[in-house]
C-alpha cells in the first residue's frame, strides 16, 4: 500500500517509524511518504493560509500549495492505468471513522491523506481532488482537535495493521474489539495470584469449549454495560 500525507507539521508523523508500522515501512509493505505543504508555495514566507471570504474568525488554508501537491503525488502513479487514489481529508464534519472504514481503506493501493489546520481548507480544494481521486472527509469522533495530523495519524495506524503482512500472526487481528462489534473479553496473565485478586478459576481449568463460552459471555456483558449502543443494531 502506497500512503502520502500532505501537512504543515511533517514531524508529527516521525512516530510512525516505529514498532509495527515502521517495521512494515522497512519491508516495503508500507510506502509512506510525508511531505511538507509548504514545499508547494514560493512567495518569501511559504505561506499556505489567508482570511476567510465573507469575514469570520481565524484563516483558511489556501487552494494553490493544495492543487499543486495533489498534481504531483496523483501523476507521480508509476502506472497510468493504476486506480484512483482515495484522498482522506480528516475533518470534525466528515463521516465518523469505524473499524469498517478501516477496512475498507486497507484494501485500497494508495491513499493521500491531506491534514487541515486553522478553519479548514478553501472548499474549491475537495471538488478539485474529487476529479482526480475518490474524496473522503472522515472524522474520529465528535470533539475537535487541532488539526488533522493526529486523526491522519490514529487512521494511518489502525488502516496499516489490517494490511495483510502488517500484523505478524494474523489470528490477533480477529478477537479484537470492533472486529465482530462487541468489545474484546478481559485478558489475564501469571501470576494467578496478585495482590490478592485471584485469575477467574475457569480460566485455569483446561476446558477449551467452558473457556470459549465463558469469554463470549464477557464480551456481550462488558458491551452491554459500556457500550449499549454496539448493540442496538
Ligand atoms: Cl479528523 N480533525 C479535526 N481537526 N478534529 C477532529 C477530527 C478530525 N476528528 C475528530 N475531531
Redesign the pocket.
Known amino acids: 500500500m502506497h500512503i502520502d500525507v500532505v501537512s504543515i507539521f511533517p514531524s508529527y508523523f516521525d512516530g510512525l517509524a516505529l514498532s509495527l508500522l515502521g517495521k512494515a515501512r522497512e519491508s516495503g509493505l508500507l510506502d509512506m511518504h510525508v511531505h511538507d505543504l509548504r514545499d508547494w508555495t514560493f512567495d518569501r514566507h511559504r505561506t499556505v493560509d489567508d482570511t476567510p471570504y465573507g469575514g469570520g474568525a481565524g484563516m483558511v488554508m489556501k487552494p494553490e500549495p493544495w492543487g499543486l501537491a495533489l498534481d504531483q503525488l496523483v501523476s507521480t502513479e508509476a502506472d497510468a492505468a493504476a486506480p484512483r487514489p482515495t484522498i482522506i481529508f ?3 464534519a ?1 463521516e465518523v471513522f469505524t473499524q469498517a472504514t478501516a477496512r475498507d481503506l486497507s484494501t485500497r493501493s494508495h491513499l493521500i491523506f491531506g491534514c ?1 489546520r486553522y478553519e479548514g481548507i478553501d472548499e474549491r480544494v475537495f471538488e478539485y481532488a474529487d476529479t482526480i481521486g475518490e474524496v473522503r472527509l ?11 495530523e493526529v ?1 491522519s495519524m490514529a487512521m494511518i495506524e489502525a488502516i496499516g495493521r489490517l494490511v495483510p503482512g502488517v500484523v505478524g500472526n494474523p489470528e490477533s487481528l480477529v478477537e479484537e474489539s470492533h472486529e465482530d462489534g462487541l468489545l474484546e473479553y478481559p485478558s489475564y496473565t501469571k501470576p494467578s495470584s496478585w495482590r490478592e485478586r485471584e485469575v477467574p478459576p475457569i480460566l485455569l481449568s483446561g476446558n477449551h469449549a467452558a473457556i470459549a463460552k465463558w469469554r463470549a459471555e464477557q464480551q456481550l456483558e462488558r458491551t452491554r454495560r459500556r457500550r449499549p449502543d454496539l448493540l442496538a443494531d
Open positions: 480528516p475533518s470534525p466528515g487541515g472522515i472524522s474520529l469522533g465528535d470533539y475537535v482537535l487541532n488539526g488533522g486523526a
